[in-house]
Nanobody
Framework: QVQLVESGGGLVQDGGSLTLSCVAS????????VAWYRQAPGQSRELVAR???????QYADSVKGRFSMSRDNTNGTTLLQMNTLKPEGTAVYYC???????????????????WGEGTLVTVSS
């Protein structure tokens, strides 16, 4: 099991920058994929960026070229550097992580997706 805690949200002006942090604790050595999502008021949650196991960062078209995601597997920290923020970027940002866990006493495994509580980012025009 893992626990995720996001931080770094706040108020920023149009065109400004902000860095979000997601700190994982628990069985961080069993985390495979990590991702950032966001949910604006009245809208569904959307994928912003992700890093699959052994892969490179992938970004939604809406943030490509402006956001940068990184992860440090040694300490379970995932960062999302957000540059040139726009008002449409106002949302609650969530960190997620896929964790591989044992099933009972067998050799079977399951993947559980964990979520943080989210951190609010407000971009003023």
């Amino acid at each position: 099991q893992v626990q995720l805690v996001e931080s770094g949200g706040g108020l920023v002006q149009d065109g400004g920058s902000l860095t979000l942090s997601c700190v994982a604790s628990g069985t961080i050595d069993r985390i495979s994929n990590v991702a950032w999502y966001r949910q604006a008021p009245g809208q569904s949650r959307e994928l912003v960026a992700r890093i699959l196991y052994g892969g490179s960062p992938q970004y939604a078209d809406s943030v490509k070229g402006r956001f940068s995601m990184s992860r440090d597997n040694t300490n379970g920290t995932t960062l999302l550097q957000m540059n040139t923020l726009k008002p449409e970027g106002t949302a609650v940002y969530y960190c997620s992580a896929d964790c591989h866990e044992d099933v009972g006493d067998s050799d079977a495994m399951k993947v559980v997706e964990y979520w943080g509580e989210g951190t609010l980012v407000t971009v003023s025009s």
